[in-house]
């Protein structure tokens, strides 16, 4: 069974900086993309960063570039989102997704996103 | 960046009417357009990917169809649990965007 859970999440001050974790399991996360998506409260899906199974290929939201930076740990089937300089509306639930499989040289297509994790809270205020 | 329209935001219907949602997408993107479902408090679920092929081990009752820029999401015998919101994304191109989203109540 596919299995993805989020971590990190918590309260953080305006301008400062958090580390989100996400442990896969279930499937072999090394030949997967994959992405985080948030979710303010009461609000709508917004995508914002995307990995290829090696690391090759990054994309970011315009909401998140240059403040958050996406990775991943395949020998510890893991993805994470180094989140820096937070600011009030970056408040909402974190989920990670799994995309594509790709192939034996890292080449993801395109993709949704067929497994969700539960989602971890963020929350940024004074 | 490409950006997605749902209609309606809301929708109220009874158990088992047809439903229909529609997507339409800024610029073509061919068949990229992927819908989930999300029940409160929940992570969200791939329904339909690719347009139109539903994903594996949910209800017929789930179709889709478009491309190019319009798209439909058909629920055609509502039921109890077909309660949520619904989302469209298009995956053509990054950014990849979601719709705002439908809510959809049942009378």
């Known amino acids: 069974e596919v299995q993805l859970v989020e971590s990190g999440g918590g309260l953080v001050q305006p301008g400062g900086s958090l580390r989100l974790s996400c442990a896969a399991s279930?499937?072999?996360?090394?030949?997967?993309?994959m992405s985080w998506v948030r979710q303010a409260p009461g609000k709508g899906l917004e995508w914002l960063s995307y990995?290829?199974?090696?690391?090759?290929?990054?994309y970011y939201a315009g909401s998140v570039k240059g403040r958050f930076t996406i990775s991943r740990d395949n020998a510890k089937n893991s993805l994470f989102l180094q989140m820096n300089s937070l600011r009030d509306e970056d408040t909402a639930a974190y989920y990670c997704?799994?995309?594509?499989?790709?192939?034996?040289?890292?080449?993801?297509?395109?993709?949704?996103?067929?497994?969700w994790g539960q989602g971890t809270l963020v929350t940024v205020s004074s | 960046d490409i950006q997605m329209t749902q209609s309606p935001s809301s929708v109220s219907a009874s158990i088992g009417d047809r439903v229909t949602i529609t997507c339409r997408a800024s610029?073509?993107?061919?068949?990229?357009l992927a819908w989930y479902q999300q029940k409160p408090g929940k992570a969200p679920e791939l329904l339909i990917y690719?347009?139109?092929i539903l994903q594996g081990g949910l209800p017929s009752r789930f179709s889709g169809s478009g491309s190019g820029t319009d798209f439909t999401l058909t629920i055609s015998s509502l039921q109890p649990e077909d309660s949520a919101t619904y989302y469209c994304?298009?995956?053509?191109?990054?950014?990849?965007?979601f719709g705002q989203g439908t809510k959809l109540e049942i009378k």
């Open positions: 997704a799994r995309g594509a499989y790709c192939n034996d040289d890292g080449v993801c297509p395109l993709s949704s996103f067929d497994s």
């Open positions: 279930g499937f072999t996360f090394s030949r997967y993309s």
């Open positions: 990995i290829s199974s090696y690391s090759t290929a990054i």
């Open positions: 610029q073509g993107i061919s068949s990229w």
């Open positions: 690719a347009a139109s």
């Open positions: 994304q298009q995956t053509d191109n990054f950014p990849y965007t």
